[in-house]
């Protein structure tokens, strides 16, 4: 069974940090691409980070020197670290894997965890 689990959301003031952690199972983690992607209230949801299987990183624009994207294939997990966060960045955070294997492709998502900036 594919699960992903995203924990470490939460409120915090202007200016603080969080860290998001995605916990995956039920797939050969180390081969796919993780992406975190956030959606705020009455938006798109929209890429925030992705990091490919071999571990290049990819940033949002809005969150470029923030934010950074890890991942440890041992332990299965993506993280999100997010310095100096931003009222805007409130939003729930949902973690993705994505692969292609043998021509068809996978796609999966966890539940969210929710980030509120607010003073």
């Known amino acids: 069974q594919v699960q992903l689990v995203e924990t470490g959301g939460g409120l915090v003031q202007p200016g603080g940090s969080l860290r998001l952690s995605c916990a995956a199972s039920?797939?050969?983690?180390?081969?796919?691409?993780m992406r975190w992607y956030r959606q705020a209230p009455e938006k798109e949801r929209e890429l925030v980070a992705a990091i490919t299987s071999i571990g290049r990183t990819n940033y949002a624009a809005s969150v470029k020197g923030r934010f950074t994207i890890s991942r440890d294939n041992d332990k299965k997990t993506v993280l999100l670290q997010m310095n100096s966060l931003k009222p805007e960045d409130t939003a729930v955070y949902y973690c993705?894997?994505?692969?292609?294997?043998?021509?068809?492709?996978?796609?999966?998502w966890g539940q969210g965890t929710q980030v509120t900036v607010s003073a």
């Open positions: 039920g797939f050969t983690f180390s081969s796919y691409a």
């Open positions: 993705n894997a994505q692969a292609v294997v043998v021509g068809q492709g996978y796609d999966y």
